[in-house]
């Protein structure tokens, strides 16, 4: 029973993960659609046409990113905290202002798409008419995609990220079909597969709002005029670092296009593009995980439970390298296998193209784990280093490419796993300096702080009868450790033990005592803090018992009611969790 078991977390993370790589997955495919659809049905210049524009395309993700992820943090952090009118706030500020912004930034695309087209494909004909065209009716398109990624940012974090799973896969299975019927019968050329786009949005916001109809949808609209412009400011502050990551990537891989092209030619360009596939990989993943570190791990943060958050943390890595540990294995036994799928008639030789894949394969670890110490260093206040590292690790990885490009063979492809490698061992010094700064008190590399902002107990308690109540005399040992009243000890206990008896009698049914329940106690000032939470049956014990009640229909909990504590519940990630807040005396 002592300690913190890491059941609970794992198992919820596990479903978060599942679901969020999906459907980043699914959002991959339906691009890659988008162009074999458009490559076979119209043409290579379409397909030519769509990636010019997509340098302009990132222009509205990055404000996504800036609302959508920094809004979605801080929501799950007053979640967290039980503060469910900023919960409100910051989601409806959000949805208005990244809307706004995302329609002024389309309607003046709009009127300069010709000549920002021309701008980047320096004045090729063919490729233009196409890009114009395409980027006009995207432009159209962008409100609808902003309202569906700030939608599926706070669903997901709202408890609920199969929704967003079913109504991203919805929306790419309609931007498949209707990709063919538009292009192919209906004779729409490119602007078909932009309006098909269009339509893959609106089903995903029309997926995603049901979640607000459901009983278990905490968030609710509402529009706090005087904090507006005080939850806007506090959304881009939590999501600045993340947005200028995705946009200095997008210039990244235009800098690494132009160094490869220029230092190895065609055969260069085509290896770097593969390379660029399996990057493309390694995002869906960390895509799925930041995800997860951003709901889960804001949420703990709210709440006040680092030990919590250290767990997430240490398993999000476990499971990144254990992802893209498998990936390295398979490139760097079988890259031919993998460069076979993208050959297109091109044949390796030489196997420059298989040396080029063993070589990348080895910054996937290392960059992954620095991008996921980003996402933490975000969301437990750390601004300034995430953005620096933001910066860092694209800046680094380009001049180290550059550097190793001046030398022979297959030097060029060694400067990605270098820049990774240096950087982390760069991270892991500054770290190291800033632990021994605090006395210890930080943990080094995710410097989550080791111990909370107060006296806090954190257990894991086993579904028998004997580890309920060996929990009871731990929870009072601690409670008179830190000279809480004897009043206060008594109504604690009772709540507690009444609350963990009231899951062991109903809500596991089957090996119960394979199952864990978190109890986080904390000290704070004027009141005891006691969060309990299990993954067992449903049930809410803010209702009251009614005497008319079947037996087992309804859970009530008559001694915890009759107290007059501050209770409050929400069921959500498949778990519940009960708030009980006490008087200190």
């Known amino acids: ?80 905290s039980r503060d469910q009118q900023r919960a409100d706030g910051i989601f409806t500020s959000c949805l208005i202002s990244s809307t706004g912004v995302c329609i002024v930034l389309a309607l003046f695309i709009y009127i300069f798409s010709e000549e920002i087209v021309e701008l980047l494909t320096g004045g090729n004909a063919g490729i233009s008419s196409y890009g114009v065209i395409y980027l006009r009716v995207m432009c159209l398109a962008m409100p609808f995609m902003m309202i569906a990624s700030i939608l599926e940012y706070f669903v997901r974090t709202d408890g609920n990220p199969r929704t967003v799973m079913t109504g991203v896969i919805a929306g790419s299975i309609v931007n498949l079909v209707l990709d063919i019927v538009f292009i192919k019968f209906c004779n729409t050329g490119i602007a078909g597969s932009a309006y098909a786009t269009g339509i893959n949005y609106i089903v995903t916001i029309l997926v995603c709002l049901s979640h607000f109809g459901s009983k278990n949808s905490s968030l609710r609209w509402r529009l706090d005029l005087k904090y507006f412009f005080n939850y806007v400011g506090l959304s881009v502050q939590q999501g600045f670092a993340m947005a200028i990551n995705t946009f200095l990537l997008s210039v990244s891989i235009m800098a690494l296009n132009a160094i490869v092209l220029f230092s190895r030619g065609s055969e260069g360009m085509y290896c770097w593009s593969v390379c660029l596939q399996v990057f493309m990989i390694m995002q869906m993943v960390l895509s799925g995980i930041g995800s997860s570190i951003f709901s889960l791990g804001g949420i703990l943060v709210g709440e006040g439970d680092m030990k919590g958050l250290s767990i997430l943390n240490l398993k999000t890595i476990l499971y990144t390298v254990i992802a893209m540990g498998a990936v390295t294995a398979f490139l760097l036994s079988a890259p031919g296998e993998f460069g076979r799928l993208f050959g297109s008639g091109f044949t390796d030789d030489g196997g420059t193209l298989s040396a080029a894949l063993r070589i990348y394969s080895l910054m996937l670890i290392p960059y992954s784990i620095l991008a996921e110490l980003r996402s933490n260093y975000q969301i437990i206040g750390r601004y300034s280093l995430s953005l620096w590292l933001s910066v860092a690790q694209l800046f680094i990885m380009v001049l180290f490419v550059w550097g190793f490009s001046f030398l022979s063979g297959n030097a060029i492809w060694w400067g990605f796993p270098a820049s990774s490698i240096c950087l982390f061992v760069g991270v892991l010094i500054y770290s190291t300096v800033t632990v021994s700064r605090h006395r210890g008190e930080l943990q080094i590399l995710t410097l989550i702080p080791k111990n909370e902002s107060v006296p806090a107990l954190n257990v894991s308690v086993k579904i028998t009868d004997s580890d309920i109540e060996s929990s009871m005399s731990k929870i009072v040992d601690f409670l008179k450790e830190n000279n809480v009243g004897e009043g206060t000890i008594f109504d604690v206990r009772l709540a507690c033990e009444e609350l963990l008896n009231n899951i062991l009698q109903h809500a596991v049914k089957r090996n119960a005592e394979k199952h864990y329940i978190d109890v986080h106690l904390r000290c704070e000032p004027s009141t005891i803090n006691v969060l309990i939470k299990d993954d067992g049956k449903a049930f809410d014990p803010t209702l009251p018992l009614e005497e008319d009640d079947e037996p087992g229909k309804r859970i009530g909990l008559r001694l915890v009611n009759g107290l007059g504590v501050k209770m409050s519940y929400r069921f959500m990630y498949d778990q519940n969790t009960v708030q009980l807040i006490f008087p200190r005396n």
């Open 1 to 80: 029973m002592d300690g913190r078991n890491p059941y609970l977390i794992s198992k919820v993370l596990k479903s978060f993960l599942w679901a969020s790589v999906l459907a980043a997955v699914s959002t991959q495919l339906a691009t890659t659609t988008d162009a074999i659809v458009v490559g076979n049905l119209i043409g290579p210049d379409a397909i030519s046409g769509i990636n010019v524009d997509m340098p302009v395309i990132t222009l509205f993700t990055c404000v996504m990113i800036l609302f959508g992820i920094g809004a979605s943090v801080a929501a799950a952090k007053a979640i967290g």
